[in-house]
């Protein structure tokens, strides 16, 4: 059976779409004979004729992603040819052959052949189970330069709509139930069908990102191509390479498919589901959702990482650390000029002994919202000047490292106010055999995924498919935690009860010694629809970030108003006892993240001061007497929050922000000291 071309949309459509490529998914073929015959390609007339009808045009605008990609150069004219013409030519070549059980006369021996080879390369989903072979009578050569082949995508999307597209696009779910195995015939979509597809899509799905646009446009897409290249199974010695493929004139996406060595009729096409992943036991890791295999003897307890792994964060980040400076104290009149690209400060400053400056040269304090690379420059050459971050702060504000600092308190497991969260990068291995063992003792394994350093919850996903989990290493790096399935909730007369999250803003005056005070008024987030652990995609139920989704409620309390409704819910939990606790655990964060020297730590840089958001839940547990206790939760920290909501209903804020950090006054600053 041979294929066709299948139709197209644009991203988002719940059809088939096209977007950027990711990173490549393939084997590149350095081969002298490949690189020959290219430059044997690129001197012949046709290849120049092909240069002058826009293929130079071509190569200038996607050399890169073909580098990348490792496209061997002889295939370029083709490739460009058949973008151009949208040829579909894989029919003439290929086709794709179901694998049927073996019928009883067949004498052992084949039978066992026959269920080696089913082992060996797995269908990626149910039965009835494919391969793609070579079909052409004369086979292919590689080095045939028209040996590249265009796969078109069945269906692009991003997973937040996934489920409304299967239930609303006509056709979409009887496709994908079709290409996945699944017994679909009803006209009107069915909800259990869906739960299927959205069960095994992780076993097809690919993905790729936009490098430009919004936060949300940035999001990773996923798509699976269609019946052909869905059917090419997995082999460690594939036989073709893969990889997407952005077409800028079109503005479409492909995904581009050619040869590592000649191919005779009734040969396999395959790839490698996990290329350009050499370590045994994270190959066997990554390819579990398609071939089982037992992980839990693997120790499941992470440590906190080598000084080398902070280091070479330090590196990637291009940070540079600042010499000791000793700023002068200044005299109890001087007037501060702040330079700052910040509305918020520029309209919720008004205290008279700060002025602003449009030159920043003649600044005294740089209160920026994008971060600060050069501290060492600034150290040497303007020792003076104060500003609103600290070298090294990433320690906090960006989730892998947030959980890694965090284990300087506490188990091998970390403190007990942070969910267990494992980084998918480095800590997969751990994260399987931790996520199976619970498993086994029918322990809740719902976990989610969140990217290292992302907000507003951008690319988050709750589930407790580990395939859906593994898949997402390879988008976004993410680090994947613990989800609250017990979490306190609060009763909200318009909808029942819900999750909640708080919002505390913390401002770090010095490291050392460490100093760190909380504004008096906090923030509360809500849940638009109550609370159960099912509609895992249902962000109106399992997120409380409101204020950036559209065409959604945004409800708000103030905080007096949320404690006597809190306290009349919870009459046993009196706020002053919680939030004790909190400013505890706030304490035991800002002390782990600076008890070790720059770059393992928060560096002591005396001209930084910093303002933080710390977001949190409160979960029910046991104490050590097994009574029932409210434990908070540290989500993450963030970097110059957004503090609309505090200038508007708290004029003073930015005030107080700035006498507390930059004249260590506190007196009528509606701060409370927690170190």
């Not at 740089?366 to 050459?381: A, G, I, P, R, V």
């Not at 709750?462 to 609060?490: A, G, W």
């Not at 987030?525 to 559209?550: C, G, Q």
Request: include cysteine; proline fraction near 7%; aromatic fraction near 12%.
């Amino acid at each position: 059976m041979g294929t066709g071309r299948i139709g197209r949309a644009e991203p988002g459509t719940g059809c088939i779409g096209r977007a950027e490529s990711g990173a490549a998914s393939h084997k590149p073929l350095p081969s002298r004979m490949l690189r020959a015959a290219a430059a044997d390609s690129m001197a012949e007339p046709g290849a120049q004729q092909q240069q002058d009808g826009g293929f130079s045009e071509f190569v200038a605008l996607h050399q890169a992603a073909l580098l990348a990609s490792g496209v061997p150069r002889v295939y370029w004219p083709s490739l460009h040819r058949k973008l151009e013409g949208e040829i579909f030519d894989a029919g003439e070549m290929f086709g794709i052959m179901q694998v049927e059980e073996a019928e009883e006369e067949e004498d052992d021996e084949e039978r066992d052949e026959i269920e080696r080879e089913l082992k060996k390369k797995p269908n990626p989903g149910n039965e009835p189970s494919f391969k793609v072979i070579v079909t052409n009578e004369h086979g292919l050569r590689a080095t045939d330069p028209n040996c590249i082949f265009l796969i078109d995508h069945a269906w692009t999307y991003r997973v937040e709509h996934a489920r409304h597209q299967l239930m609303e696009v006509p056709g979409l779910l009887h496709r994908m139930a079709n290409l996945m195995g699944i017994e679909f015939h009803g006209e009107v979509p069915d909800v259990d069908v869906v739960e299927m597809v959205l069960k095994e899509m992780w076993k097809y799905n690919q993905t790729y990102r936009l490098s430009h646009g919004t936060a949300e446009e940035k999001v990773p897409v996923w798509y699976i191509m269609d019946e052909f290249g869905s059917r090419i199974q997995h082999s460690d010695e594939p036989t073709f390479g893969i990889a997407p493929f952005y077409y800028i004139p079109q503005q479409l996406a492909y995904t581009i498919l050619w040869p590592h060595r000649d191919l005779s009729n009734g040969e396999e096409v395959s790839r490698d589901y996990v290329y350009g992943e050499s370590d045994p036991l994270l190959r066997s890791c990554l390819l579990l959702p398609w071939q089982s295999m037992d992980h839990t003897h693997i120790n499941h307890q992470t440590p906190e990482p080598s000084d080398a792994h902070y280091q070479a964060i330090f590196t990637e980040n291009k940070e540079s650390l600042p010499l000791p400076v000793e700023p002068p104290l200044p005299d109890k009149s001087k007037i501060f000029k702040v330079y700052t690209d910040m509305q918020q400060v520029l309209t919720g400053v008004d205290h008279p002994r700060f002025v602003f400056t449009d030159n920043e040269k003649e600044a005294d304090i740089l209160f920026n919202f994008s971060h600060f690379k050069d501290y060492k420059t600034l150290s040497t050459e303007r020792p003076h000047v104060l500003l609103n971050q600290f070298p090294c702060e990433n320690l906090l504000t960006v989730k892998d490292c947030l959980a890694s600092v965090s284990r300087r308190i506490g188990d091998a497991e970390g403190p007990l106010w942070l969910p267990r969260t494992f980084n998918l990068k480095t800590e997969l291995p751990q994260f399987i055999s931790y996520f199976k063992q619970r498993e086994e003792r029918g322990e809740d394994n719902h976990w989610i995924c969140k990217p290292w350093n992302l907000a507003r919850s951008l690319d988050t996903h709750v589930t407790t498919n580990l395939s859906y989990i593994i898949r997402q290493r390879e988008s976004t790096p993410k680090v994947v935690s613990k989800y609250v399935e017990d979490p306190v909730l609060f009763h909200r007369d318009d909808v029942g009860k819900v999750k909640f999250d708080i919002r505390y803003v913390l401002l770090l005056r010095s490291v050392r010694p460490l100093r760190l005070y909380t504004y008096n008024v906090f923030w509360l987030r809500f849940a638009n629809r109550p609370f159960s652990l099912d509609d895992l995609d249902d962000y109106e139920k399992h997120f409380t970030v409101m204020n950036y989704a559209s065409n959604v409620q945004l409800k708000q309390i103030h905080c007096d108003e949320f404690i006597t409704m809190f306290e009349k819910q919870y009459p046993e939990y009196p706020w002053k006892t919680i939030e004790a606790q909190l400013f505890k655990t706030f304490g035991e964060l800002f002390q782990a993240a600076t008890s070790k020297p720059a770059p393992l730590g928060i560096c002591d840089y005396q001209s930084s001061r910093a303002v933080y958001a710390i977001d949190l839940m409160l979960k029910w547990d046991k104490d050590s007497e097994g009574k029932r206790i409210m434990r908070p939760q540290i989500l993450e920290v963030n970097f110059n929050p957004d503090c609309t909501r505090a200038c508007k209903y708290h004029p003073t804020f930015f005030n107080d922000v700035f006498s507390t950090l930059f004249l260590d006054e506190t007196d009528n600053c509606h701060m409370t000291t927690i170190l």
